[in-house]
């Protein structure tokens, strides 16, 4: 199994970033506007509706608040060759102000880590930015 870890820091508060993170239904507002169109909720699932109509299904497995941590699965729309898919988000905090998102994802098969790693890196960035975005306005 392949597991990819990206860590981005981003200039915002602990509690900002933890609060878009854990806004599960909201990841089209908080976190990837210009990746995901929609999202709704259905009990444990987060459904993401992409841009070209794509729906992926993620079963939420944990939001703890204490430590900061979202993990997640992927259980339904990922690519066919795709087996595997479990994820967290860890919010930690950094100096001045600032915190450390920590995206791990665990995929299955090996031979997708790649290109995985490529959208989960593309992934951090759009929302470091998005979460800085909103300190600035």
């Known amino acids: ?59 939420i497995v944990d939001v703890d608040d204490t430590t900061r941590r979202l993990a997640y699965a992927v259980v339904e729309g990922a690519q ?18 600032r915190s450390r998102l920590v995206w791990v994802t665990d995929v299955l098969p090996d031979t997708l880590a790649a290109e995985i790693r490529e959208r989960v890196e593309r992934g951090a960035a759009d929302m470091k930015r998005t979460l800085e975005e909103a300190v600035a306005d």
């Open 1 to 59: 199994m392949a597991s990819i870890r990206t860590e981005v820091v981003i200039n915002a508060d602990t509690e900002q970033v933890w609060g878009a993170i854990r806004d599960v239904g909201a990841v089209h507002r908080r976190l990837l506007p210009d990746r995901v169109a929609g999202t709704r909720i259905e009990g444990d699932v987060r459904i993401l509706v992409l841009p070209n109509g794509k729906v992926i299904r993620e079963l």
């Open 80 to 97: 066919p060759a795709l087996t595997h898919h479990h994820a967290s988000f860890q919010v930690l905090p950094e100096e001045s102000g």
